[in-house]
């Protein structure tokens, strides 16, 4: 996986399983563009309070700090590619915060199968060039290209929706099971429960998570530490820090000092 801190990093990795089964996939949410083309494979695809169904040749942009999951049944032949890469390679241009869903057409296809032919035969900074060109292009196609084929939807359980845009609204003000089911008129132990069994994570886990990657938001702007926390509705200082090492493996103010070194280098 690549680091958030290096904005060069990419990686890429094409793999094909002979068998799957449950729990071979885990929920996602990180700071950097995922691109993931299912060659071959079916299931469902969650992207925060969405969901969609696939069966193969399908391919889908996750932009930053979007949860994401993949619930793939067992079954033979799996195969996908995956792209991560940091946002700061990408012009503003092709830069997204909505999700792409999409049939992967000839074009598509020829861009993947290139990584592949690129990795046979070039390493070092050749290679990362060439890997960005393709990136940029699939990016391209994805703000700019022709609307792919449609892709069905999965329906995802209205209260799971209503519980995801009350969390993404509340980011800023504590928030606990009890409060969030008390604002969706239901019991605290009903929505715990449906919410894990439909997102893969439990509520509380995926409010945590939230709240972190919105933390980080806030000291990129320049908010200090104890700051941050005050904004996010942490009654306790010392959780705060330590939900915030738990998310990203590095303290709050090592993060903000190593993101204000980036921008001034950049």
């Known amino acids: ?21 449950e729990g071979d996939f885990q929920t996602h949410h990180h700071l950097f563009y995922e691109i993931l083309f299912i060659v071959n494979g079916s299931g469902v695809f969650l992207i925060e309070d969405s969901a969609c169904e696939f069966s193969g040749n399908t391919v889908f942009l996750i932009p930053p700090q979007q949860y994401h999951v993949l619930k793939v049944p067992p079954q033979r032949n799996y195969e996908r590619y995956i792209i991560n890469f940091s946002p700061d390679i990408l012009p503003e241009a092709l830069q997204t915060a909505k999700p792409v869903i999409r049939q992967a057409d000839e074009n598509i296809l020829d861009l993947f199968q290139k990584t592949d032919a690129y990795r046979e035969t070039f390493q070092g900074e050749p290679l990362y060039w060439l890997q960005r060109a393709v990136i940029t292009e699939l990016m391209a196609q994805f703000c700019y290209g022709k609307a792919g084929q449609y892709v069905p939807r999965a329906e995802l359980p209205a209260l799971v929706q209503s519980a995801i845009h009350y969390i993404g609204d509340n980011l800023d003000r504590p928030l606990d099971a009890s409060l969030i089911a008390e604002a969706l008129f239901v019991s605290k132990t009903y929505l715990s429960h449906v919410f894990a069994k439909t997102m893969n994570i439990s509520l509380m886990r995926y409010v945590r998570m939230k709240k972190i990657y919105r933390a980080r938001e806030y000291l990129k702007q320049g908010n200090s530490v104890t700051r941050t926390a005050e904004l996010l509705g942490y009654d306790s200082y010392h959780t705060f820090l330590r939900n915030y090492y738990a998310e990203f493996h590095i303290s709050p103010s090592e993060d903000k000092r190593l993101s204000n070194a980036g921008d001034e280098h950049g």
Request: aromatic share 4%.
């Open 1 to 21: 996986m690549i680091s958030y801190a290096d904005p060069q990093s990419i990686h890429i990795n094409h793999a094909v399983s002979r068998s799957t089964k």
